[in-house]
């Protein structure tokens, strides 16, 4: 079973993205966590406007053991804003047989305070959209996967998600050396063609020789490999350079699989596992003026005054981020 909250500050497109999501997976059941309490029972039950938002979540809880008891749905989806402490009583579902997954959806601020549709937002509502940006809704540590939904329809949305969540990360063995080296060479000529030489890019070789050096490489580094029914679409090296500390060495996501949440699955997946194994921080090494720079920033990595030269005299910086 899968438990998947679709998170985001108000206006976001939680709900639309939710009954949307229900509609495409399979035996799935959306709850709206709205109206788990209604205004008239939370007044009948005098309760104020945060213990009814604590009573709904209770329901939510309760709801969500009993379908896990029962084994209904193969999905079960809500729609509502994550915090660290409902991250980690979420995660209190998990077990064997079941996953939590959070979908963070997070158009621009602009995008989040306009109105939709009939519907007009009230002040207070705009006040708590600047507010729920300021305490980093739209950019959650624990987020499965990141979406900017600022200037897509909903449909583009929906399909991140699905192939989101038929993805599958293992660790790589010497028999993926040469899908391995092929993402590797396909996104070099692609993500580097400003910043590297055409001539070294467009000569980058895929033969035998290139294969075995990568399958020993394979033999003595950690990767880890993420897949799309059954096909390889991004890798990450992993390295140890100091106690508790670990280095995403190297991570390439096939150019036709980027901007579909590949990279920060990867990264998302390391960094939580990592942190169970008792590591306390991740750090990259990126260029200083290269696109990946703001995808590990979104990912709560900070930069530092760390810097070296890359290949060709390039510079680049290391970020670290906190587990």
């Given at each position: ?21 229900q509609e495409k997976l399979p035996q799935s059941l959306f709850i709206e966590v709205d109206d788990l309490l209604s205004d008239d029972e939370q007044v009948k039950l005098k309760l104020t406007r945060e213990q009814g938002w604590a009573e709904r979540l209770q329901r939510l809880d309760a709801i969500i ?207 939580k596992s990592k942190k169970a194994q008792g590591f306390s921080k991740c750090i990259v090494w990126t260029m200083k003026f290269g696109p990946s720079l703001s995808f590990y920033e979104k ?25």
């Open positions: 079973m899968k438990i998947i909250n679709i998170n985001g500050p108000i206006n976001s497109g939680k709900t639309t993205i939710s009954k949307l999501l053991v009993q379908e896990k008891n029962l084994q209904r749905y193969e999905n079960i989806i809500f729609a509502y804003p994550m915090t660290d402490k409902t991250y980690h009583q979420w995660k209190l579902w998990e077990d064997e047989n079941t996953k939590f997954i959070n979908i963070t959806l997070a158009p621009n601020i602009d995008i989040c305070l306009q109105n939709r549709g009939t519907r007009k937002l009230t002040e207070g509502e705009k006040a708590r959209i600047r507010q729920m940006y300021q305490e980093g809704y739209h950019c959650s540590k624990f987020a499965d996967l990141i979406i900017n939904n600022s200037l897509q329809p909903p449909q583009e949305t929906l399909q991140k998600i699905l192939n989101f969540l038929c993805l599958n990360i293992r660790r790589a063995t010497i028999d993926d050396a040469y899908d391995i080296k092929k993402i590797h060479i396909e996104t070099y000529q692609k993500s580097y063609r400003r910043y590297l030489p055409d001539k070294y890019l467009d000569n980058m070789p895929l033969n035998n020789e290139i294969i075995e050096r990568t399958k020993k490489y394979l033999q003595e580094t950690e990767c880890w490999l993420a897949t799309h029914e059954d096909e390889s679409v991004a890798f990450a090296y992993v390295t140890y350079p100091a106690n508790s500390v670990f280095e995403i060495n190297a991570l390439y996501v096939h150019p036709q699989d980027q901007k579909c949440g590949v990279g920060s699955l990867l990264v998302n997946y390391l960094c990912l709560n990595f900070k930069k530092t005054k760390d810097k070296k030269l890359w290949k060709f005299d390039i510079p680049i910086i290391k970020l670290e981020r906190n587990l």
